[in-house]
Each structure stands twice: as structure tokens, then as C-alpha cells.
């Protein structure tokens, strides 16, 4: 990690002469915590009485009598018999998905106990590639997060016969990127499964990278477990993944030698579900890995991060040791960098948090990061700067035009009667979609869409100036039961302007609001506009959190008074163009399929196929 900055991470081999010094008693700690109830990871004990002696960023001792460690300038902290646990690791996530930047995402995580993660940043990499990765890595580096960046393997998800990104990234930029440091920690994750199970060489190159730098790569395969391809997809190098919905889908992959991570995101709910392969299966809990992979900002504020899918987790009925190494330790040997973090070890990272009250209840009090007390008592105890963007980075959407009620007209095959079209099912708390078969109205040659029926359509437009592609789909089950749209350039993984609505007039006023607000999600009713702006690559903002937050909870209820009603339904809606989830998907190119064979286009209306 880097160490140019006030919460600096030295490597441990430049620490180890004043580490074994401290340890000794000759040089006097910087910080000091006693009386504590150590939740220690490693054995799978609690350890009474314990104290922790820290040298400036790392830990030089563990036991219970740290006297010979205590000097005149040495701040000791009386835990006064509470539970002291390593600072929960986020195995998975996108901090874009959060819509604000690394800076504010620090200190929505911090109070809450998370003091590192290993960042897919993805999202910013399909709109400004490389550049983009190198903008947020840096950032993260002047955060007191132990943030691990993972450089993206797919950008876009598929290729470019399927969908528009901002830029590609291949594997040479795979291998540029792992020379900016060991923070760059592992190939993000790899969605083009199926060109991974059938060697297309773009994937396979970019894996062979990774491994030839050292690194790890994660995973996303969604296709069953019960066939080869899941063997050929782990016989490539993959070693972990974020996918498993199911018990099966857990036990088949640590089967095969896989780290299994368990979500709960805001609007995926696959925890309950998966750690049964752990609370009813029995399986050993080692290779298994609790994650958010995305959070809204509101749910941050209202529900919490790491702490919150931990406590989860132990709502399941997983022993709250177990269920705190899941998001320790575990994590940290996944990445390869357990003598770093994922503990309270000597030599590792001061990443620690102090725990009030029954340890099942994760209620976090303090938080200190490389030996520094940053977060007490659910409130920030240092100020943390704000990290400037380029101009190229607040400037990403170019679309070539304003835009019309009628850019939102669907045409029809005939000019009359009903025509048997394709439509998205959305499903509340999943990230898998169905495909529906639906009749639809035609009139003058034209789909009718109204709000007296659950069927809007969807339009993906692509936003970087580079080939001005528009594609009209259906979409189900969004609720909406008076005229409205949504708008948003968060539209996973390309990030396109994605336009969801039963009015055509609302769809193009929705549209314009957000391109003028350089990217945001703007939602559009007969009674007004609600408009979240994220002008940072179209993804974040970088107003305070506890703004963003209020803002994201407005669009919420505007989509909540249009009928949408969802949990966290933004970000549901949000992954209707990310076309490497099954079933069903918009791109800007068109209706994007999965299939035993992989992704294929597929046509709107169904009739003659």
C-alpha cells in the first residue's frame, strides 16, 4: 500500500526493527488497548483480558500485560471489557454502486466498522477506462481504508458486438495495470463466463495475466453447477465468486477448491438462502465469504455495511466467531494478504473495532485503521479530504442530440391488433430476470404502452458519442400505475442512458434532465421531477454522503408514488442492461439472452421466429 500520505500503510519488512523493538519494551508504543475481550479469528476463540500493543500503524503485540509497552507519549485505550475484533473486509464491491465517491464511501464505512474491501471498480473502468481505475485507486490510497483495487476483466461484460462501452480493456491494459502496486490485487470480476468456458482469447488473455503477475481472479458464473462448466470455469484460474444463490450453488463451488461469497446487498437478498450450505449442510465455513457487491448510499445510512451482513449472517444461525471470520480473515487469505489484515495479529495492520454489548449484536463503537482512531461512536474523528476530478472525468455524456417523445416510439411489425413481444420480468431482491412472453396493443403501426397494465418500456442509448445506438425493449413487474419514466446513466456495466416509462414525453424529459446533469438518475412524474445528479463518470457524486443519501431516498419515494415499490428498487433497476445476467437484457445493441451456449441477440416481438 501506499505510503505518502497521513494514513499511511508501510510495507511490513520496513517496520519489522521498531515492531520487535516495541514487543520488547525498548521502544514505547504509540497506542495501546486494554481490558479487552479479543475476538480472535484465527483460533475461533474469545480471549479474555486481553491487550493490543501497536507501533505506528501495525500491531507489535498481543497478551495481557503490555505495561513494558506504555510510555509517557503512548495513548491507552480502556476497552473496559468489550469485544475487540479485526475491522470487517468487504470480499466484493463496487463502491460506484454506492453513487458516491471512495472519499465519501470511507466515511459512510468507517463508523460502521469495515476498514477495507477489494474494489471491482468496474463501473468507472466501462466509462473512462484505465484513466478512470488509476483516478479511484488513488483516491482510495488517501482513505484509512486497506482499499484493494481490482483491475476490471470486463469492460465492456461481453464485446462489442453485444453492447457499447466507453472504452475496451484487454489484456495488455490487464497487465499495465498490475504494475501500479501491490494494492492492485486481483483481476475483478470475469462476467463473460462463457467466453472463459470456450477459450475466447480476449478472456483467457487477461486471466493468464493476472496469474503471470501473481495475482487472483474472481469470479461471476451463473450458468447451473451441475455440468462440466463449472470445472472448465475453475480449471481456468478463477478461485472465487459472488454468484451462488442457492446451497448448491456454494457447496459445488467450494467443492472445487472456489471461495464461495455470500451477498446481501440492498437489493439482493442471497445470504438467507446460501449460508445453509454452512448452517444445515455442515459444510466448513473457511472458503466462504460474506460480501455487499453493491449498497445504496440510503441503505449505508439506514442499515449499514459489513456490519449489517454480518449481523445477517448471524440471524441465520451462524456462530457470530464464525460469521465475523467470514468477514475477516477468511476475506484476507482469499487475497493473499492475511499478514496484512483479517486479524489482530502482531505484524498485521491495526484495523481494529470495538464491539458494545452481546457480540451477536455487531454493534461497532470505534474503529481504528492503521493505528489510527478514525470513527466513535458512529461519528468520524478525522477529517478526510476531497479528492479533485479531472475534467474529462465530470464530462462523460455526450449524447448527439436532445431527445424526443419520439426517439421512444416502438414500431410494430403490422399496424393493428396485439403483437406477442418479449418483455424483462423483473424480480424484487434478485439480480436474475425472467423472460416474459406478453401481448401487446398495436395502433398505427406503433406499441401502445399505458399505465392501465405492469408493462413499460425500456430504452438503452448509448452515451459516449461513439455510435449514437438506441434499442427499444419491454420490461415487467416495475409497478408503475400512473404515467411516470425513469432515467439514469447508471445502467450496469456499460452505463449507458437507460429510460424506463409508460409515457413517452416523460421518457425524453426524463432523459434530458439527467445528460444535463452530466449523468444522475432523474425520475419523472405528471406532478414534477426528482433528479439525484452523480456527474462523476455518470456514477457518483461527490457531495457528502449523508446528502447523496437523502437524495437517492427521494428518488426512491418518487418511484414509490409512481407504483414501483420495490425494495430498493433503483438498484434493481439499475441492472436491466447488464447483459451477462440471466435470462433477459437490454443493451444499446439490443435484447441480450443467456443460453447454454452464451449470449445471444434475440428479437423484440416473437411472432414468425
Not at 468507517?110 to 474494489?119: R, S
Not at 448509448?462 to 445506438?469: F, L, T
Not at 420490461?475 to 400512473?482: C, D, K, Q, R, Y
Amino acid at each position: 500500500m501506499t505510503d505518502t500520505n497521513r494514513f499511511a500503510r508501510p510495507e511490513l519488512a520496513d517496520c519489522i526493527p521498531d515492531l520487535v523493538a516495541t514487543a520488547r519494551g525498548d521502544k514505547k508504543a504509540t497506542l495501546v488497548i486494554t481490558n479487552a475481550k479479543l475476538v480472535s479469528v484465527c483460533s475461533g476463540e474469545i480471549l479474555d483480558n486481553r491487550s493490543i500493543g501497536i507501533q505506528g500503524s501495525r500491531i507489535a503485540y498481543v497478551g495481557t500485560d503490555p505495561s513494558h509497552l506504555i510510555g509517557e507519549e503512548t495513548k491507552v485505550i480502556d476497552a473496559q471489557g468489550r469485544y475487540v475484533s479485526p475491522g470487517f473486509l468487504d470480499g466484493h464491491c463496487h463502491i460506484e454502486s454506492s453513487q458516491i465517491t471512495a472519499t465519501q464511501f470511507a466515511r459512510a464505512v468507517l463508523v460502521k466498522g469495515t476498514t477495507g474491501g477489494f474494489f471491482d471498480a468496474h463501473e468507472i473502468a466501462n466509462v473512462l477506462g484505465l484513466p478512470g481505475l488509476k483516478l479511484m485507486l488513488e483516491e482510495a490510497r488517501t482513505t484509512p481504508l486497506a482499499a484493494y483495487m481490482q483491475v476490471a476483466s470486463c469492460v465492456p461484460s461481453t464485446g462489442p458486438e453485444l453492447e457499447t462501452s466507453g472504452v475496451n480493456i484487454g489484456p495488455a491494459e490487464v497487465a499495465e495495470a498490475f504494475t501500479w502496486g501491490p494494492d492492485m490485487i486481483a483481476l475483478g470480476e470475469v462476467m463473460n463466463f462463457p467466453g472463459v468456458v470456450f477459450s475466447d482469447p480476449k478472456m483467457i488473455g487477461e486471466i493468464q495475466a493476472a496469474l503471470r503477475a501473481g495475482r487472483v481472479v474472481d469470479g461471476h458464473f451463473t450458468w447451473p453447477v451441475d455440468d462440466w462448466r463449472l470445472s472448465a470455469y475453475a480449471a481456468a484460474g478463477v478461485t472465487g465468486d459472488h454468484e451462488p444463490v442457492t446451497a448448491e450453488d456454494v457447496i459445488e463451488r467450494v467443492r472445487l477448491g472456489m471461495y464461495a461469497k455470500m451477498r446481501r446487498g440492498s437489493a439482493w437478498h442471497d445470504v438467507a438462502a446460501t449460508i445453509k450450505a454452512h448452517t444445515e449442510q455442515g459444510l466448513d465455513s473457511r472458503r466462504m465469504i460474506l460480501v455487499t457487491d453493491d449498497r445504496s448510499p440510503e441503505s449505508l445510512v439506514d442499515e449499514g455495511h459489513m456490519d449489517f451482513v454480518v449481523r445477517h449472517a448471524i440471524q441465520q444461525g451462524v456462530k457470530p466467531i464464525t460469521a465475523i471470520q467470514m468477514a475477516t480473515i477468511n476475506t484476507a487469505e482469499r487475497f493473499g494478504v492475511a499478514r496484512d489484515v483479517g486479524s489482530i495479529s502482531p505484524g498485521n495492520f491495526a484495523d481494529i473495532i470495538m464491539l458494545d454489548g452481546n457480540l451477536a449484536d455487531i454493534n461497532v463503537v470505534m474503529t481504528i485503521c492503521a493505528g489510527q482512531v478514525v470513527a466513535e461512536n458512529g461519528k468520524m474523528t478525522v477529517e478526510l479530504d476531497e479528492f479533485v476530478y479531472p475534467e474529462e472525468a465530470v464530462t462523460s455524456v455526450r449524447l448527439n442530440r436532445s431527445l424526443k417523445a419520439e426517439d421512444f416510439v416502438i414500431t410494430a411489425p403490422f399496424e393493428s391488433g396485439e403483437v406477442k413481444a418479449r418483455s424483462i420480468g423483473v424480480r424484487e431482491n434478485h439480480v436474475d430476470t425472467q423472460e416474459i412472453i406478453v401481448d401487446v396493443p398495436v395502433q398505427d403501426g406503433r406499441v401502445q404502452i399505458g399505465p392501465d397494465r405492469d408493462l413499460c418500456k425500456i430504452s438503452v442509448i448509448e452515451r459516449y458519442g461513439i455510435n449514437g445506438n438506441q434499442a427499444h425493449g419491454l420490461v415487467s413487474n416495475v409497478g408503475f400505475h400512473e404515467p411516470a419514466a425513469i432515467a439514469t446513466t447508471v445502467a450496469h456495466d456499460c452505463h449507458n442512458l437507460m429510460v424506463i416509462g409508460n409515457d413517452d414525453e416523460l421518457m425524453a424529459k426524463a432523459a434530458n434532465a439527467v445528460a444535463a446533469a452530466q449523468g444522475g438518475i432523474s425520475v419523472v412524474t405528471r406532478n414534477g421531477e426528482t433528479t439525484l445528479p452523480l456527474p462523476v463518470a455518470g456514477l457518483m457524486s461527490n457531495a457528502p454522503f449523508e446528502e447523496v443519501a437523502e437524495q437517492s431516498r427521494a428518488v426512491s419515494e418518487a418511484l414509490k408514488q409512481a407504483g414501483c415499490t420495490m425494495n430498493y428498487a433503483f438498484m434493481t433497476l439499475s441492472l436491466l442492461a447488464l447483459v451477462v445476467v440471466p435470462e433477459l437484457r437490454l443493451s444499446d445493441i439490443g435484447l441480450i439472452k443467456t443460453t447454454a451456449e452464451g449470449f445471444k441477440i434475440v428479437p423484440l416481438f416473437v411472432e414468425g421466429e
